[in-house]
């Protein structure tokens, strides 16, 4: 298992790289807060997720309503195809923005 992890390239610019299961999600919860540190609107790269299961996908639903909920836009970005059809099959994709 990879651990996954939250980058910060620039302000607004971020990157979660590993992988987004039961066992990492956990630990990334919270930091959906700091993606608005100083900006209105922020850009989520995932090309770097190793594997996603529904924790993951539930994280990303919940940044974006955070977002949603504070005023502020987050765009996800190199979303994986994995990530992108479950999205889809669960009903989400509204939610982030990906239809």
Same mark, same amino acid.
């Given at each position: 298992?990879?651990? $996954?992890?939250?980058?910060? =390239?620039?302000?607004? =610019? ?7 299961? &039961?066992?990492? !999600? ?6 959906? !807060?700091?993606? &608005?540190?100083?900006?209105? $609107? ?34 996800? !970005?190199?979303?994986?195809? =994995? ?5 889809? !099959? ?10």
């Amino acid at each position: 298992m990879t651990e $996954a992890r939250l980058e910060r =390239q620039s302000p607004g =610019q971020y990157a979660l790289v590993g992988e987004l299961s &039961f066992a990492s !999600v956990p630990g990334l919860v919270g930091l959906g !807060v700091s993606l &608005f540190d100083g900006v209105d $609107a922020a850009s989520l790269d995932l090309s770097q997720v190793d594997r996603s299961d529904s924790a993951g996908l539930a994280l990303l639903v919940s940044w974006v309503r955070l977002a949603r909920q504070q005023g502020k836009q987050l765009s996800l !970005v190199q979303i994986p195809p =994995q990530l992108l059809g479950m999205a889809r !099959v669960s009903g989400v994709d509204h939610i982030l923005s990906l239809d």
